[in-house]
């Protein structure tokens, strides 16, 4: 099964979040799975010098989860960020 689907609806404000992670040197993966976060993000920990990925769902202001969304993050084990804005972004990596 893929993990990709056709025309993920994604908010307006992920090309901005992207490309502010990236000029801050992180990679970034865009994910199309219902209820996946929208990015996997990969950087070097400012603080620990280690490399770390996190998830990260990009949501324009006043925008809500999806029940699937909800749903996924409520199981998964590891980080998931829920970001508004550019600088909640750059804040999860910890720029």
Do not use: H
């Not at 090309?15 to 801050?24: F, G």
């Not at 280690?50 to 199981?75: F, H, R, Y």
């Not at 829920?82 to 600088?87: A, D, F, N, T």
């Amino acid at each position: 099964m893929s993990i990709y689907r056709r025309a993920a609806k994604r908010d307006s404000v992920e090309p901005e979040i992207v490309e502010a992670l990236v000029k801050a040197g992180c990679t970034v993966e865009r994910l199309s799975k219902k209820g996946v976060p929208d990015l996997l993000v990969g950087f070097i920990d400012p603080d620990t010098n280690v490399p770390t990925n996190i998830l990260m769902e990009a949501k324009s202001k006043g925008g809500k989860l999806t029940q699937d969304q909800i749903d996924w993050i409520a199981k998964w084990q590891g980080q998931v960020y829920v970001v508004y804005s550019i600088e909640e972004a750059l804040q999860a990596v910890g720029r």
